[in-house]
């Protein structure tokens, strides 16, 4: 049988196919190091892609009158993008504390007067599922436009058994009904919820014994914590994911990102696969971590959410990167910290404010995310065997992508071999 998809002619055909290690995500060097080929082609069958390499190595026996052409003359072409840090579904939005925002309160000082995220777990509660379901399609939609195919959704903003639960399901549900993947992630812990106020140890003792047995680790892959002054201790970090991960889960946490509390460190020795946010995480505790995972556990940095909480503070990346660390970036997308799709911009305030090259970024938002969520045999590369998302970029060079800020360089997006309508 032919091929079912050709794209054809790429100006610069990105495959952020690793060149050294593989088995583990990019470090150092590694993550500048992709291959890149000039004047090439990518062919699919189905949902995979089967063959790629420069024009000249083409097999034009398989190319058939049944095969569609994409032409990428002049463009770059790479791996779909790789969302993984997402707060997908919720109810309502946070405009009005922007304002509050914009002059002058904290985001602590807004969660501690009752809004913030319980603001958004009022609205969500509240809402019906229907609503949360047209909600979550809408900004998959949007996700979609800016090329993402495969993107990682938290629950996090019903903070009871019941809630929480439909959270999932919506996700679920969303995952289904349009192309782009969704990859679950169990974030009962985001904060107490309101009837636990005051008893956060109390109130991860409930998610452990009446929310996590009933999820199956492989439809939920992973349990996330909100590590924070206001939020969860390290110390009941620890003992709520050492739980999760007897269970089957994989573990990830935000930590660091208003404080240096220590949860990073933490969670990378209970092997947790990412540690997000690490606005506050010294390059001395980078090392140490790069040191105790063998260099397996993600950092996810986050650069919007700085940026959108007015907050000075930028997660040291380059220095992360120099200490051994692979990084990944996302936008974070939630109404109260970030509120943006544009994950191409989050790519853009990485290499201005983190200190990132690039082509360390570009490995950042495709094979280093894929791995932030488990997903590095199915996306993240261009490769044979792995899924057909493919993105037909509207720059000559990846040079480029970063530069045209808060601009959506995309063309074509493809996901599973089938080129969306834009
Ligand atoms: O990743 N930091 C905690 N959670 C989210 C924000 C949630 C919200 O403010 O609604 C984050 O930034
Ligand atoms: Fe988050």
Redesign the pocket.
């Known amino acids: 049988m032919g091929y079912t998809l050709l794209i054809r002619h790429c100006g610069q055909l990105l495959t952020m196919a690793d060149t050294g290690r593989a088995g583990s995500p990019l470090t150092g060097s590694r993550l500048r190091d992709w291959h890149s080929i000039p004047n090439g082609y990518v062919a699919c069958k189905q949902d995979r892609i089967v063959a790629l390499g420069p024009m000249a190595e083409l097999d034009e026996s398989l190319v058939t009158a049944a095969t569609q052409i994409v032409e990428a003359r002049g463009r770059v072409v790479m791996p779909g993008l790789v969302e993984c840090h997402t ?1 997908l579904v919720f109810g309502g939005n ?1 405009a009005a504390e922007f304002q509050r925002k914009l002059q002058g309160e904290s ?1 602590l000082d807004i969660l501690a007067s009752g809004g ?2 319980l603001s ?1 777990v009022r609205a969500t509660r509240a809402a019906s599922d229907a609503q949360l379901l047209e909600n979550a399609l809408h900004h998959l939609a949007g996700f979609r436009r800016y090329g993402v195919t495969t993107l990682e959704a938290k629950t ?1 903003y019903g903070l009871d058994a019941a809630t929480e639960l439909r959270l999932l399901q919506t996700a679920r549900e969303a995952g289904r009904q349009q192309p782009v993947r969704v990859v679950s992630t169990f974030l009962g812990a ?1 904060v107490p919820g309101p009837e636990y106020a005051g008893r956060p140890a109390a109130y991860l003792d409930m998610l452990a014994a009446e929310v996590l047995p009933r999820l199956d680790p492989t439809e939920v892959p992973f349990v996330d914590i ?1 590590c ?1 002054q206001g939020a969860f201790s390290v110390a009941d970090a620890r003992r709520y994911l050492t739980r999760a991960r007897e269970l089957g889960f994989g573990l990830k946490i ?1 930590a660091e ?1 208003l404080h240096d509390l220590g949860g990073c460190e933490m969670a990378a020795g209970l092997g947790a696969v990412s540690l ?2 690490c606005d506050y995480l010294t390059p001395t505790a980078a090392a140490r971590i790069a040191a105790l995972t063998g260099g397996r556990t993600v950092a996810v940095l ?1 650069p919007l ?1 700085p940026l959108f909480l007015r907050q000075e503070q930028y997660a040291p990346g380059r220095q992360l990167i120099d200490a051994g660390l692979p990084v990944a970036i996302s936008t ?1 997308f ?5 509120p943006t799709k544009n994950l191409w911009l989050a790519l853009s305030v990485a290499c201005l404010k983190m200190g990132l090259t690039p082509r360390e970024a570009l490995a950042a938002v495709t094979l280093n995310a894929a791995w932030a969520i488990g997903q590095q045999q199915e996306c993240g590369s261009l490769e044979p065997g792995k899924r057909a998302d493919v993105l037909v970029l509207d720059v000559p060079t990846p040079e480029e992508i970063p530069y045209w800020l808060g601009e959506n360089p995309v063309r074509h997006v493809i996901i599973g071999g089938q080129v969306q309508a834009s």
């Open positions: 707060h946070r985001y913030g995220i958004t996090g985001h909100f924070e935000h990102q997000d946010h986050l959410v974070d939630n109404p109260g910290s970030c």
